[in-house]
């Protein structure tokens, strides 16, 4: 079997939903009543209710409890748990790579959006350094996440083709109530969430929550590399024919950024310390003479990654009587979200291929000749980014018809500036010096001459970046149900027009910015039939075709294309077929997909090697859960065949994404002393991936445990939490612009949470 993987991968998720049909047809009898009441909001018109039997698309929703249980470590962490994503949070608390359904990617994540309730938190959904998850933690504050994948996606909100997460907060209560919770680990964290609801007065609620945390990081980086807080705040007012709410959240939050490493070195290992952390940086910048010259700054490489800023937003929801209904829901995200840390630049190297000179490090201490050293670049990125969204709708609803007209518009900016390479050779190692001299005190020469000389500042390559954009959207939107007998018929179109200004000075900064003007229109459609065959069952066929307009960096790449004509748009087609059966004690949705993708930019950091790929995607997921008396037992598979369809790479695999992935999770409740425990697991398997397009570089397919137990003593919660139980070394990257470096980016190793949570 373990020649076969991805045989293996399906006789196991046959075998799964096999033995949850078989556990439900022993346990449950025909007087049970069905559960079929779950209501979601993300994917519907103007962010109606609609029970999730009824949609006909694919969604996943994930409770307070089984967030969690989840235990993520990072927003992109939680995702894993939705079916039809790679996710690569491996990088640390911020930082994601998440691909979705077979789409081209390979870095930050494309086709994915981030919302909080029901607005995304910054229109595009990737810029360079920054992706929707990293400007998202997740807290106690949360209700429950939405999940849509394709479906009606393209025609609503930010038009977004892929992957929409829709993230709900929790709103008052009539009686007050609250969490108090304590979270320590085995890399000492120290981090101490809250959260109360209420009320306020007659019919206005409030919610309040949020958390202080710190540690040096699951890759101990020997001070507190990762440290944040967040302040929530939620104010709802019921009303005799609707709601409206107000929110706002503070956030700081940053950690470590976790990069490829040599292969050979512990999964546990971050380059960055206390020792190497504060850096010379050089910086180049117009001379006012037509040229450049050369600065040197001193950054804290300890900051990592991470977000500052706040989040606010206001919503209406009202029933205007007469089948009438209005929805206005406005969103403005501001803040800054940096990138510091050391870059690899090729592959290790001994003090001896270097030089025969007796080297020695920033603290005086003197190196043999077999000491391992390797160029590692401080990048220094500063993104200062705003955006104001707003979406407004109105709904009429007939017996059998519904319309919804909606407006959408959204503006963001983003001022910014790079220094990128500046590679230097450091002691390979946790917290490695930097190289600065000889024992004798003669120059250093060779190789190793970049280190010191007031002529070179930097060992290689070097890329810096000042820009500067602001765009604007605006989208109409169209969307009727029609109603027949045991039918359902949605059709949606979305039109809309997006103006895109972006100044840009890179390269070696001399002072010359290009700047590029955009003005594009795009429409996007969606239709489905929803046929509920049953009172517990169903099945649709969904046909959308949607579009993802260039963002900033995708001029700066791109420029010479666009300045020919090129419009630089990415086309996406999908169909899906799917299958829903829910009852009480178990589920299946089972959605087979087929997607085609044009103009995808697939580029190498640092070098100006870019194409526009044409790709496609066979590929099934599945999503199940089986209660079985005390025993719960979930299945989350994805099976795809994700392929190049032109240029060079015609015929390769898309990059980076594994031809399956099947995840079993299982949960035992029982008592205990009268004491009500639960113990769980989740057991992953990840299938082959290439590193890149050329699929010269392949990544193994990986097994990872998590573990966990919970016991519930009056109001107290206590929970135990292991992530990579058996610390598995599962790889999710190579080297990004040296493909054939010894360098790779592992999994977090193993790390254990205990938490204690008081409720009353």
């Known amino acids: ?149 394709g479906g009606p996606n393209p025609v609503f909100s930010n038009g977004q ?32 969430d809250a959260v109360m609801t209420g009320k306020v007065s007659d019919d206005v609620y409030y919610m309040v929550g949020g958390y202080v945390s710190s540690s040096p990081g699951i890759r101990d980086a020997g001070f507190d590399a990762e440290e944040g807080h967040q302040f929530t705040l939620h104010i709802t007012k019921e009303m005799d024919n609707g709601k409206a709410g107000f929110y706002i959240r503070d956030t700081k939050d940053t950690g470590t950024w976790y990069l490829p490493n040599a292969a050979f070195l512990a999964t546990d290992y971050t380059q960055v310390g206390p020792s190497n952390r504060k850096v010379s940086v050089p910086i180049t910048q117009a001379d006012g003479n037509g ?20 989040v606010a937003g206001a919503y209406l929801e009202l029933d205007l009587g007469n089948g009438w209904s209005l929805t206005e829901r406005f969103g403005l995200t501001a803040g800054n979200a940096d990138t510091l840390g050391f870059v690899p630049n090729g592959s290790p ?245 087929y997607n085609e993708t044009q103009g995808m930019p697939d580029c190498i950091i640092g070098s100006s090697t870019c194409t526009r790929l044409e790709t496609e995607a066979l590929g099934l997921e599945l999503d199940g859960k089986v209660h079985w008396g005390d025993f719960t037992f979930g299945l989350n598979t994805t099976l795809q065949k994700p392929e190049i369809t032109s240029g060079e790479y015609e015929g390769n695999q898309v990059m980076r994404q594994p031809e399956y992935q099947v995840r079993l999770s299982q949960n035992y409740d029982f008592t205990l002393n009268n004491i009500d425990m639960a113990v769980y697991t989740d057991v992953s398997r990840v299938g082959d991936r290439f590193n890149g397009s050329s699929n010269e570089v392949t990544l193994p397919a990986y097994t990872k445990v998590d573990l966990g137990a919970v016991a519930y003593i009056n109001d107290i919660t206590v929970q135990l939490a292991v992530d990579n139980l058996t610390d598995e070394d599962g790889i999710t990257e190579g080297d990004p612009r040296d493909p054939l470096a010894s360098n790779v980016r592992y999994i977090l190793p193993r790390n254990i949470k205990l938490s204690f949570a008081y409720d009353f």
Not at 16 to 39: K, L, R, T, W
Not at 430 to 459: K, M, P, R, W
């Open 1 to 149: 079997m373990s020649k076969k993987p991805l045989a293996q991968a399906v006789s196991l998720a046959a075998l799964s939903v096999g033995f949850c049909a078989y556990a439900a047809a022993q346990e449950i009898s025909p007087e049970n009543e069905m559960v079929m009441e779950e209501v979601i909001t993300t994917g519907t018109p103007g962010g109606a209710g609609m029970r999730k039997l009824d949609a006909s698309f694919s969604i996943t929703t994930l409770s307070d409890e089984e967030i969690s249980k989840a235990s993520p470590s990072s927003t992109a962490d939680l995702l894993k748990s939705v079916p039809g994503l790679w996710v690569e949070s491996s990088g640390g608390v911020s930082g994601a790579n998440i691909d979705v359904r077979g789409f081209p990617g390979g870095s930050d994540a494309p086709f994915v959006t981030v919302s909080m309730n029901g607005l995304p938190l910054y229109p595009a959904p990737t810029l360079s350094f920054l992706e929707n998850s990293s400007l998202f933690r997740v807290d106690e504050t949360i209700q429950r996440v939405e999940a849509l994948r």
């Open 161 to 192: 083709p892929g992957l929409t997460t829709n993230f709900i907060l929790k709103e008052g209560t009539e009686e007050t109530e609250g969490r108090f919770k304590y979270t320590l680990s085995d890399y000492d964290l120290q981090r101490t």
């Open 291 to 310: 040229g450049s010259e050369t600065t040197w700054e001193t950054f804290d490489m300890g900051e990592g990654r991470g977000w500052n800023g706040n």
């Open 349 to 593: 190297v001994s003090v001896s291929s270097l030089t025969d000179q007796t080297v020695v490090t920033a603290s005086g201490n003197e190196l043999s000749s077999d000491t391992l050293v390797q160029q590692f670049g401080a990048w220094v990125v500063r993104k200062d980014i705003e955006a104001t969204t707003n979406d407004i709708s109105l709904a009429k609803e007939w017996d059998s018809f519904k319309v919804t007209a909606g407006y959408y518009t959204s503006s963001w900016e983003v001022d910014e500036w790079w220094s990128l390479g500046n590679q230097k050779y450091y002691v390979l190692g946790q917290d490695g010096e930097l190289i600065t001299g000889t024992a004798d005190g003669s120059e250093l020469t060779g190789d190793l001459a970049c280190n010191t000389s007031v002529d070179i500042s930097t060992c290689d390559w070097k890329y810096d970046v000042d820009a500067v954009g602001d765009a604007r959207e605006n989208a109409f939107y169209l969307a009727g149900e029609f109603y027949l007998g045991d039918f359902t018929f949605d059709l949606g179109v979305r039109s809309a027009n997006r103006k895109t200004n972006y100044s840009v000075d890179h390269g070696e900064r001399d002072g010359n910015f290009t700047t590029y003007k955009a003005d594009e229109d795009g429409t996007a459609y969606t239709a489905a039939v929803d046929w509920a065959f049953a009172e517990n069952m169903g099945t649709f066929f969904r046909i959308n075709s949607g579009f993802k307009f260039a963002d900033f960096d995708n001029y700066r790449e791109f420029g010479d294309s666009f300045l020919a004509g090129s419009d630089l748009v990415i086309d996406i087609d999908q169909y899906e077929l799917g299958y829903k059966l829910q009852e009480q004690d178990y589920s299946l949705f089972a959605t087979l997909f």
